[in-house]
């Protein structure tokens, strides 16, 4: 998480740790519903639960009586931050998706690791301000903790995740807070190449963190021993939750949104759009709001002459975004995006259009203005944003209109593309497949995920996940058709202290084996049977190797070659990739 609203989110999510809210009591009124007719009989776990409901409600009074010193403290690091290293980070580079295609491997390497890097310091200017926030509220923890930590279940899983959350937060509030402006400037210092010390060790400790939670939700364990009158509390607690999270959040942008500035961290990608010049806004016919921005042109090495950025927002607070290149010269328009019943279209029209009708099967037309740009923002031209509800009544062509009310040209929408009800599924499902070591210590994971779809159809993939956190040199499925029908190679090359790369997928051919070719020799992969009901196309083959593979070999049962694959170029690019990523020596 950035620094933006960091120390006043801290105290929420002190409340939250990292499982839903539970709290409770809020007046003697809601106790006389312990005698209703459907309460929990009390029990040894139905008292323990009252009473971890009670304590976590009193921890939230006091944060609501200490929010005013929270907000002064936060403020006084601010403040303090200023005036010790204005503009310390302005000349890092930015944070942002995507990359120069005419990009170098190497050159990969060191925008990966730059991007860490700053990373890491936001996350230690998150960590200064969570300080100074909890501050004020370190003996109101205390006493919580005091009050929770005996607390014993039958279920002894609920008193391990209640005491990993504890131990948790603890470790946030009890550590030193970081010598933030010293870390920032010794990172410019080095040309924005290397952490210093301190920093390193963060990073380190936050990587560490959190790898041996235990499984679980702590509020659905707790939910069997509630009754209604917990239930009702912990309803009511909620609301002062949030009513004490709208105190901070009144409180925390402006001042913080200046500190990141004042300091000189450079804005990432996202936070450059939201920032774009606004260019219009509106409601579309399914009943989202709109936004039009200016957007920077990306790294991508396309030309465009105005790039734009629309935003839509719905009633219940999600949404999306795409960017795009405004040209009059396409004449044709699909859908931009689908989100369920809904339909999102954008498209580039000429200056001289005013407004756009909008044509749905059934032959209901919707009109609505454009959005103009002008010539000082890099038009004349205009851009149309609409989105429209349902499966039935698609689109099917825009008109386009003059000041006049004539028709400036009809744009058709292509059969067959439009948005589609996506069947039902159930899941992800997450099923631990792989645990093991890489041959310099490094930890890592294979994990399957399967997701069940309506009609009987399911969809089972694999991911790598390393306990480290280095640069990803090489990580997807090989692009050649061959090897998706037969195994779909998967390579990831974690650049650490000990580099490794990791080759693994689904064999689907029945009878098969995966060889590589490694310092010379052909090695087998090693073979893990998946269980019937993943529904996987075949078992699993997977290795762990300290220099990158020069080749895949598929082999039939027989001992004959099905299919070879190379992964020189690969391997070059991984190794080159890792060079740029590691931080220069001195």
């Known amino acids: ?6 120390g006043y989110d801290a105290i929420v999510r002190q409340l939250e740790f ?5 709290l409770a009591l809020v007046g003697a009124c809601l106790l006389l519903l312990a005698a209703d007719a459907g309460a929990v009989v009390a029990t040894p776990d139905t008292a323990a639960t009252h009473d971890y409901l009670l304590a976590r409600y009193e921890y939230t009074q006091a944060l609501v009586a200490g929010a005013s010193a929270s907000i002064k403290s936060v403020t006084a ?7 010790e290293c204005p503009g310390v980070l302005s000349g ?3 944070e942002g998706p995507g990359e120069p295609t005419s990009s170098t491997a190497r050159q990969s390497g060191e925008r990966e690791r730059s991007e860490q890097q700053l990373s890491t310091l936001r996350e230690e200017l998150d960590a200064g301000l969570h300080a100074a926030s909890m501050s004020a509220n370190l003996g109101a923890f205390q006493t919580f903790e005091a009050k929770v930590s005996p607390l014993q279940w039958s279920n002894p899983a609920v008193a391990a995740l209640l005491h990993w959350d504890l131990a948790e937060a603890s470790r946030r509030d009890a550590r030193p807070a970081p010598e933030i402006c010293p870390d920032m400037k010794a990172w410019a210092a080095s040309s924005y190449h290397r952490l210093s010390p301190a920093s390193a060790a963060f990073r380190t400790a936050e990587m560490q963190a959190g790898e041996s939670a235990p499984a679980g939700s ?3 364990f707790l939910e069997p021993y509630e009754d209604a009158s917990d239930r009702a509390l912990i309803a009511s607690s909620k609301r002062l939750l949030l009513s004490l999270s709208k105190t901070y959040a009144a409180s925390r942008a402006a001042s913080q949104e200046h500190l990141m500035r004042t300091l000189g961290l450079p804005e990432n990608i996202f936070e450059e759009q939201e920032n774009g010049k606004l260019l219009g806004e509106g409601r579309t016919a399914s009943g989202e709001r709109f936004i039009v921005r200016l957007e920077l042109p990306g790294p991508s090495g396309e030309h465009c002459r105005l790039p734009v950025d629309v935003e839509f927002r719905r009633s219940d607070g999600s949404g999306g975004g795409s960017g795009t290149c405004l040209t009059t010269r396409r004449t044709r328009v699909f859908p931009s995006g689908c989100s369920g019943e809904v339909t999102d279209m954008e498209l580039g029209v000429p200056a001289s259009v005013v407004r756009v009708r909008l044509t749905l099967r059934g032959g209901r037309r919707i009109t609505s203005r ?4 002008s010539r000082r923002d890099g038009g004349p031209a205009g851009i149309y944003v609409q989105a429209v509800s349902g499966y039935r009544h698609y689109p099917l062509s825009l008109t386009e209109l003059d000041r006049n009310g004539q028709i400036v ?3 058709a929408f292509p059969a067959g593309q439009r948005c589609h009800r996506e069947p039902d599924h159930i899941g992800p499902t997450f099923v631990g497949l792989v645990r093991g070591t890489a041959p310099g210590g490094e930890p890592f994971s294979i994990t ?10 399911t969809d089972f993939s694999v991911g790598l996940e390393a306990g480290t956190r280095g640069g990803v040199a090489d990580e997807g499925e090989s692009e050649s058709s061959e090897s998706r029908r037969s195994f779909g190679t998967s390579l990831r090359t974690e650049c650490v202290a000990h580099p490794f790369t990791a080759v693994y997928g689904i064999l689907s051919p029945p009878g098969t084996s995966v060889f590589v070719l490694s310092a010379g020799s052909l090695v087998p992969l090693t073979k893990v049977t998946l269980a019937a009901n993943l529904h996987a196309a075949g078992p699993l083959f997977y290795g762990v190797f300290a220099t990158s593979p020069a080749e895949l070999v598929v082999k039939r049962a027989d001992g004959t070659t099905l299919y070879t694959e190379s992964l020189v170029t690969r391997a070059r690019e991984a190794v080159e990739f890792c060079e740029g990523y590691a931080e220069p020596a001195g």
């Open 18 to 22: 990292r499982l839903p809210l539970s």
């Open 218 to 220: 702590l509020s659905r």
């Open 77 to 83: 690091l601010e403040g303090q931050l200023a005036a």
């Open 409 to 411: 040209r009809v744009v």
């Open 1 to 6: 998480m950035g620094p933006r609203g960091a």
């Open 370 to 373: 454009v959005v103009h740009v």
């Open 448 to 457: 399957g995920t399967l997701v069940h779809f309506g009609r009987g159809q």
């Open 92 to 94: 890092a580079p930015k």
